[in-house]
């Protein structure tokens, strides 16, 4: 079962910022535009630029605070740039030609140096929501995206918390994550009538904090 399409981000997110419960777990976020972009950056150490409309993290860049400029991060190579005003045409020669949102940067737990983060995907079946996937993703060396198709390599989701984050309880923090999908679903399933499958990418901080990244309505 596949149900309903919904491809933008931005009106996902938008869902989400409804209710109170989800509001903490959410990036800053923001549509693509010079003076958002200089504003987050003043605020995070990091922001994540992606596609409204995309998949396999493709076209996702990451740029970083870095001494007097910035690390700009894309498809496994960084390059440094001086100022903002030289960070915008960079931007543009590697954006794809489509809408961008900004989200404040994630610093992912890790494993070995590689960051990690979790695909949980949930189905629709005779009425019910059924939990039908919740794995760690880790991404393959020299990358920040995890995606699979990107050579990211699949981990159980217990295991992968307790290798990235020894510190803390994995089953109080997958359960945490169950529970924080169960609200989700309330609410796109509100606003978007007819979904029948989601595929929700958290990501867990270094202090073990949860993050929604994205959620897909046709996770793959």
């Known amino acids: 079962m596949s149900g309903r399409q919904l491809a933008s981000k931005w009106l996902k997110t938008?869902?989400?910022l409804t209710d109170p419960q989800i509001i903490p777990y959410i990036p800053e976020t923001n549509?693509?535009?010079?003076?958002?972009?200089?504003s987050m950056l003043s605020q995070y150490d990091m922001v994540v630029i992606k596609p409204v409309v995309g998949t396999g993290g493709n076209g996702?860049?990451?740029?970083?605070?870095?001494d007097e400029g910035?690390?700009?991060?894309?498809?496994?190579?960084?390059?440094?740039?001086?100022?903002?005003?030289?960070?915008?045409?960079?931007l543009s020669s590697i954006?794809?030609?489509?809408?961008?949102?900004?989200?404040?940067?994630?610093?992912?737990?890790k494993i070995k140096g590689r960051p990690l983060d979790y695909r949980v995907k949930v189905v629709k079946t005779k009425g019910r929501w059924e939990f039908r996937a919740m794995v760690g993703r880790l991404a393959r060396r020299g990358l920040f995206v995890t995606n699979l198709c990107k050579g990211g390599m699949q981990?159980?989701?217990r295991p992968a918390i307790r290798y990235s984050l020894p510190h803390i309880n994995s089953l109080e923090k997958r359960n945490e994550m169950r529970q924080l999908t169960r609200n989700c679903i309330a609410v796109l399933e509100?606003?978007?009538?007819?979904i029948g499958e989601l595929g929700f990418d958290y990501g867990l901080d270094d202090t073990g904090a949860i993050w929604i990244l994205e959620v897909n309505t046709r996770p793959s």
């Not at 910035?70 to 960079?90: A, D, M, Q």
């Not at 954006?95 to 737990?109: D, F, P, S, T, W």
């Open 155 to 157: 981990l159980r989701c």
């Open 95 to 109: 954006r794809l030609k489509r809408k961008y949102l900004i989200q404040q940067g994630v610093n992912l737990a």
């Open 70 to 90: 910035y690390n700009v991060s894309h498809k496994g190579r960084t390059r440094f740039v001086s100022s903002f005003p030289e960070l915008i045409p960079i």
């Open 14 to 16: 938008e869902a989400l």
């Open 190 to 194: 509100k606003r978007f009538p007819g």
């Open 31 to 38: 549509a693509y535009g010079r003076d958002d972009l200089m």
């Open 60 to 66: 996702v860049i990451r740029i970083q605070n870095h």
